[in-house]
C-alpha cells in the first residue's frame, strides 16, 4: 500500500514537472516568434538592419522575462486598472530596454518605420 502511494506521489510530481518544462518551452517559442517578427520588420523596412545572433538572444531573453512578469500580474489579486497599469509599465520598459541598449540606430530607425507603417494598415 505505501509503495502504490508513493508510486502515484512520483507520478504527480512528474506530471507537475512535465507540465511546467511544457510551459516554459511555449514561453520560449513564443518569444523566439516575436523575435523573428521584429527581424522579419526591421529587414522589410531596411535590408542592412536584421538583427544579429546576440540582439536576437537578449532579445529573446526580455521577451521571456516580460511573459513571465505578466502572467505574474494576471495571477495577482490587483484590480484590473492596476494590472493594466502594471502591465502597460513592463511593455514600456522592455521596448526602453531593447532601444537604448539592444539596437543599433539604423534598427532603431527601421523599427520606428515599421510600427508607423503597422499602424496605417
Not at 507520478?11 to 518569444?31: H, P, R, W, Y
Not at 511573459?67 to 495571477?75: L, T
Not at 502597460?88 to 507603417?117: C, D, F, P, Y
Amino acid at each position: 500500500m505505501k509503495s502504490i502511494k508513493f508510486i502515484l506521489s512520483l507520478l504527480i510530481v512528474f506530471l507537475f514537472v512535465g507540465a511546467g518544462n511544457a510551459q516554459s518551452d511555449k514561453m520560449a517559442q513564443k518569444a523566439a516568434n516575436k523575435v523573428a517578427e521584429l527581424n522579419t520588420m526591421l529587414v522589410s523596412v531596411n535590408p542592412e538592419a536584421a538583427l544579429n545572433e546576440e540582439q536576437i538572444k537578449k532579445i529573446t531573453e526580455l521577451e521571456i522575462k516580460k511573459s513571465q512578469e505578466m502572467r505574474k500580474i494576471k495571477k495577482s489579486e490587483a484590480t484590473e486598472e492596476e494590472k493594466t497599469a502594471q502591465k502597460k509599465a513592463v511593455r514600456k520598459e522592455m521596448r526602453q530596454e531593447i532601444n537604448k541598449n539592444i539596437l543599433t540606430k539604423e534598427q532603431r530607425a527601421a523599427w520606428k518605420t515599421g510600427k508607423s507603417a503597422a499602424k496605417k494598415d
